[in-house]
């Protein structure tokens, strides 16, 4: 009973607090997201630069698409975005595409750190 209540009401602050501001894409503090990120290559010498940048594209690239996707994509994605750990645009566009059919789009080359 008690991982019930805890589950509903998660999912209502999730879900209840972006459906207010779903015409616009949601505002994700990308900095405190890409502080844990990881070294994907030998040849990658500044992780959380790079994490930074790929949030930053990803949220430009979700700000031409955003209008047009489903609210219930966009709001969907967005929920989904922010379950597992900090939110990220990477996530939530991928999500969208995902959902749009839009795999010829290439999403950001590197993938959020778990």
């Keep these: 009973m008690k ?3 805890l589950a509903c009401a998660l999912s209502f602050v999730v879900f209840g607090s972006y459906s207010a ?3 616009q894409v ?3 503090d990308i900095a405190a997201g890409c502080k844990a990120a990881l070294a994907l290559t030998p040849e990658d010498r500044d992780p ?3 994490c930074i940048r790929d949030e930053a594209d990803a949220e ?5 698409i955003w209008s047009g996707a489903a609210a219930s994509h966009r709001e969907t994605c967005a929920a989904k975005a922010q379950l597992a ?3 990220s645009y990477v996530d939530l566009l991928v999500c969208l595409q995902m959902y749009e ?3 010829s789009v290439a999403p950001p080359s590197r993938r959020r750190q778990p």
């Design 101 to 103: 059919g839009e795999a």
């Design 21 to 23: 501001s779903a015409q």
């Design 48 to 50: 959380i630069q790079a």
């Design 60 to 64: 430009r690239q979700l700000q031409t």
């Design 3 to 5: 991982a019930c209540t």
């Design 26 to 28: 949601p505002r994700f």
């Design 85 to 87: 750990g900090p939110p």
